[in-house]
């Protein structure tokens, strides 16, 4: 009988092998550190406060930070409220970044600034100006500036940043360059652009919510994320231009609608209205919820009434569109991976796209149809005349088996046979055949 302790040692050395080719990999892929690369530039609007809390509660899941470069001139103030506690409420570091050089993060800007876990400026960047606006007019009431006084102290506190300097922003509009920025303590890196910022960031220990935590960037891979096409919807309604253009419009075509009813303008201005509303930060589920109601009402009717299958289509696009809004942003609390709901977007514009397209179809086939004049199945050339009809003059006769006005080329007596010879604007011509029986 053989031994079988060699191929035990062969088994055990091959064994080992494997592991150590496969530890190294593993070790060398947890070790690599992933970086969150969110772009936000523009109006602080809706959408910025959507796709960032997105980014920060959802996706931010595994990666090392999530750093936010920041130019803006400011934005909407709920909006920003909303970006600062999904920046407080981010499983990870956030470091929020003034770029690029010669940018702005004025008003909104610096109070998203002054509460990320790490704050940064470019060379030649501003921040400051953070007194509120109502109605366009810079604002001293007390009620207001009091709670945004002591929300840019909480956060500044809770970093380790300058109080002072923090409440100064919204009390004196200062305004500060990014040396100066650092000497008053309201930020901790000033760098030169993104490689530099995580190389100047790596091993600092950053103040959060949860305890202080020390940033671990060095060969970080960057990863960009990108906004999807619900982002992108609500970034246009989210202009100010666009959602002030759908409210005006939507009222005037309302009006119009209740003083003409039966054309459907109330429905489209009323359309109109719930969209220009999510730009002036008007609660996405609810319109959402409202554009789906409409579609739906939109499509019943069609299909009581029948018509031209234009209802058929508005509503169609309408639930779309509502579906779109409402799917990124369901009601309460959901545990349902970002991939999914990315893919039934996706999978609910096509559906949409393909029912509009058939419609669309249908429709256009309609209208052609009804813009053609009728031919008729067999060539007619002859007939008998019912009445006397005088050369040049209008009358009735029998054609093809149907009654039919006529014009007369040559004088008609009753009961003649007769042959077509031509057309005119819709009316046979008509002459007497030349061999009567």
Do not use: C
């Not at 070790?31 to 931010?60: M, N, Y």
């Not at 709901?341 to 999978?347: D, I, Q, R, V, W």
């Amino acid at each position: 009988m053989r031994p079988i302790w060699p191929a035990l040692f062969t088994l055990t050395v091959l064994l080992a092998l494997g592991a150590l080719q496969l530890v190294p990999a593993s070790a060398q892929q947890a070790s690599v550190p992933r970086v969150l690369l969110v772009e936000v530039s523009g109006h602080i609007s809706t959408s910025t406060a959507e796709w960032l809390e997105d980014v920060l509660l959802r996706r931010s899941l595994g990666y090392s930070a999530v750093l936010i470069t920041l130019d803006t001139f400011g934005g909407l103030a709920d909006a920003t409220l909303r970006i600062m506690e999904a920046i407080t409420a981010s499983p990870v570091p956030v470091i929020v970044y003034v770029y690029p050089p010669g940018g702005q993060a004025l008003s909104a800007g610096t109070y998203i600034l002054m509460s990320a876990d790490l704050a940064a400026m470019a060379p030649y960047t501003i921040i400051g100006s953070a007194q509120p606006v109502v109605g366009g007019v810079p604002t001293e009431e007390p009620k207001l500036v009091n709670f945004l006084v002591e929300k840019m102290r909480t956060v500044a506190r809770l970093h380790g940043r300058n109080e002072t300097q923090a409440a100064r922003f919204v009390t004196h509009n200062d305004n500060l360059g990014p040396e100066e920025a650092l000497r008053r303590g309201v930020i901790e890196v000033v760098a030169d652009n993104v490689e530099d910022l995580l190389q100047k960031a790596h091993g600092r220990t950053v103040k959060r919510l949860g305890g202080e935590t020390t940033l671990n960037l060095r060969g970080a891979v960057v990863e960009r994320a990108h906004a999807d096409l619900r982002v992108a919807i609500l970034d246009v309604l989210s202009d100010p231009l666009v959602s002030t253009l759908l409210l005006s419009l939507g009222f005037l075509i309302l009006v119009v609608g209740l003083s003409h009813p039966g054309l459907g303008a109330e429905l489209t201005g009323a359309v109109l209205i719930l969209l220009g509303l999510v730009g002036q930060g008007f609660n996405v589920n609810w319109v959402g919820l409202g554009l789906i109601v409409l579609g739906s009402v939109l499509i019943l009717y069609e299909f009581y009434t029948g018509g031209t299958m234009v209802a058929l289509a508005f509503g169609i696009a309408m639930m779309v569109i509502g579906s779109i809004l409402i799917i990124r942003a369901p009601p309460g609390n959901v545990l349902i991976a970002p991939q999914w709901l990315e893919e039934a977007m996706l999978g609910i514009a096509a559906a949409g796209i393909f029912a509009g397209s058939v419609a669309g179809f249908i429709i256009y086939k309609a209208l052609r149809a009804t813009k053609r004049r009728p031919v008729p199945m067999v060539p007619v050339t002859t007939g008998r005349a019912v009445e006397d009809i005088p050369k040049g003059s209008e009358g009735y006769a029998v054609i093809g088996g149907e009654y039919r006005r006529v014009i007369a080329v040559k004088d008609v007596k009753q009961g003649q046979r007769l042959r077509v010879v031509g057309k005119q604007d819709n009316l046979f011509l008509v002459e007497p055949l030349e061999q009567q029986q």
